[in-house]
């Protein structure tokens, strides 16, 4: 009975996700209410708010969801030393692309600015944590070079899925790692 339950409960979590995530295709997440992810959904709103409070915490959900799912996968690759953070934004690029629709609405301005914010930290922790080790720079102007770069990969990242992917991972993992490497020197 109880893994009954579980099956029901995850079905009903997943089938919200979902209907958030149309929804999110042509309306920004603050004028989406309750009352439409539920039709969407085909559930009451009592069946709703005895999940999420909110359809900001529904969205927070698929954001942490997808994170996860992220992390696992970078995870399970060893890429800690400068030279191979080619391969780490291969890899990244190569996640991006395969879940690429939702990326499209995460990334989108329907949502909200949290799941930038996390991936700015995945993408610092996973591509340039290991760079920069120039003793002669300090902290402050670190952390500056650090916010310019993930920034900047997030946009360019962001630019990539929503005009169809027309380089392959690798193409924008070089171009990306060049220009990070090397500045602009480096791509042009």
């Known amino acids: 009975m109880n893994s009954k339950m579980d099956r029901r409960k995850q079905y009903t979590r997943m089938v919200l996700k979902d209907s958030l995530l149309q929804l999110l295709q042509n309306k920004s997440i603050s004028n989406i209410t309750i009352k439409e992810i539920c039709e969407q959904a085909d559930i009451n709103r009592s069946t709703y708010y005895a999940h999420y409070s909110n359809q900001y915490e529904l969205l927070d959900s698929i954001e942490e969801e997808f994170i996860q799912d992220l992390v696992g996968t970078l995870g399970q690759y060893n890429f800690s030393k400068e030279e191979e953070a080619l391969q780490m934004t291969e890899k990244l690029f190569e996640y991006i692309a395969e879940k690429n629709h939702i990326c499209q ?3 989108s301005e329907n949502t ?7 991936g700015m930290m995945i993408t610092h922790e996973f591509i340039f944590k290991n760079w920069l080790t120039d003793s002669r720079i300090d902290e402050e102007t670190y952390e500056s070079i650090n916010i310019f770069m993930v920034s900047g990969s997030i946009h360019v990242i962001k ?3 929503e005009n169809g992917m027309n380089k392959t991972p690798g193409e924008m993992a070089g171009i990306l790692h060049r220009f990070i490497n090397r500045g602009l020197s480096g791509v042009l």
Do not use: A, G, R, T
């Open 105 to 107: 609405i995460l990334l």
């Open 112 to 118: 909200d600015m949290y799941f930038l914010k996390k």
């Open 159 to 161: 630019n990539w899925v």
